[in-house]
């Protein structure tokens, strides 16, 4: 989705990666139904930046994590993967971008279910970026039923409200 819209909103070429096949598939059908965005999306298959050439360098990558933590210690299915991330994924996001990151990096983040401050710890833990700003967006979730999880601000209306920062962060000088 992300890719989609970057496509629609000036972005000349994008390369999305995503670890799950079907979510993979998905993007590769869209694709062939909308031939106006023909040779300038790359679909690519598997873990953060592992399918990308080496010395592959990006001036902008957008990065759109599950926004859950991983609850338990089993393994997580192919769709829970979709929805927790393993305690590791930040900084080892992190870890990966500063090899392929030119300008920018756009975290797309909700702390709601996460712990306070852990994407700002993780980044001054990584210490290869520096955050430019962080943007807050809240909006109403779609009316279905009661919130499954704890910790959503409410509206006048005592309606959940889902709170997004996008982070946008630069590289350090090295």
Known sequence: VVGFLLLQNGVHNVTCIDS??????????????????????????GD????????????????????VPKPRERPLEMLEQAVFFPPDLISRFLRGARKVVNKRLILIYSERLSEPGELQRAIEDDGGFTVVRVTSIDEPRRKRGKPGFKGYRLDPNGEPMLSVQLWELQPMAR
């Open 48 to 67: 953060l930046f592992e399918p990308l050439q080496p010395n592959r360098k990006f001036d902008l990558v957008v990065f759109n994590p599950p926004w």
């Open 20 to 45: 799950n096949p079907a979510a993979v598939v998905s993007v590769e059908e869209d694709l062939k139904r909308l031939p106006h965005l023909n040779g300038r999306a790359e679909v690519l298959l």
